[in-house]
T-cell receptor, first 112, second 114 residues
Framework: SQTIHQWPATLVQPVGSPLSLECTVE??????LYWYRQAAGRGLQLLFY??????ISSEVPQNLSASRPQDRQFILSSKKLLLSDSGFYLC???????????FGNGTRLTVT | AQSVTQLDSQVPVFEEAPVELRCNYS??????LFWYVQYPNQGLQLLLK??????LVKGINGFEAEFNKSQTSFHLRKPSVHISDTAEYFC????????????FGRGTSLIVHP
């Protein structure tokens, strides 16, 4: 069966520090991959999605970037964190249009 | 483009009472519909989905939803809620053709009181 791993679960980083969040999917190949951010008390904001290795689409201009170095690996990065980058980050995968997204357990990022 | 409206940001209810969480969508193309649940500090978990066929869809944890094409709605229901159902619920749509990007509603917080 397919599983998704996202780490770390929690992270506290100072303003201006770099960020790297990693997400891997097991048990499937060529998944669509997504990064979402959820601010406190708000809905889901799509940050990036990828339909294949090296193919990244950005939904909002911001301080973050994403990479997909391997088929089932999706990385969210920042060179210098801002206070506004705090939030709950969720990675997800799907296969085709009719299939739902499957989410990881999320990373709680606090920028201090 | 699609849009999803969850009409209630918060729904308080007593334990063992029935509940309905409302979801309306707008789309120029056919869509697939989903409901997710999110417990505190966790990811989203799929409750149920509608792709085609019977308009009444049953999901996990005793939830069901009914697709109404004429009213462009996909309301989620449970006949008797438990304290453990307290969570955030999200409705989502994906176009049946074109983009792989789902559109999520802003969520409804279900609060079950003893």
């Amino acid at each position: 069966s397919q599983t998704i791993h996202q780490w770390p679960a929690t992270l506290v980083q100072p303003v201006g520090s770099p960020l790297s969040l990693e997400c891997t999917v097991e048990g499937t190949s060529n998944p669509n991959l997504y990064w979402y951010r959820q601010a406190a008390g708000r809905g889901l904001q799509l940050l990036f999605y990828s339909v294949g290795i090296g193919q990244i689409s950005s939904e909002v201009p911001q301080n973050l970037s994403a990479s997909r170095p391997q088929d089932r690996q999706f990385i969210l990065s920042s060179k210098k964190l801002l206070l506004s980058d705090s939030g709950f980050y969720l990675c997800a995968w799907s296969l085709d249009r009719g299939s739902p997204l499957h989410f990881g357990n999320g990373t709680r990022l606090t920028v201090t | 483009a699609q849009s999803v409206t969850q009409l209630d940001s918060q729904v308080p209810v007593f334990e063992e009472a029935p509940v309905e969480l409302r979801c309306n969508y707008s789309s120029s193309v056919s869509v697939y519909l989903f409901w997710y649940v999110q417990y505190p500090n966790q990811g989203l978990q799929l409750l149920l989905k509608y792709l085609s066929g019977s308009t009444l869809v049953k999901g996990i944890n005793g939830f069901e939803a009914e697709f109404n094409k004429s009213q462009t709605s996909f309301h989620l229901r449970k006949p008797s809620v438990h304290i453990s159902d307290t969570a955030e619920y999200f409705c989502a749509v994906i176009p049946s053709g074109g983009s792989y990007i789902p559109t999520f509603g802003r969520g409804t917080s279900l609060i079950v009181h003893p």
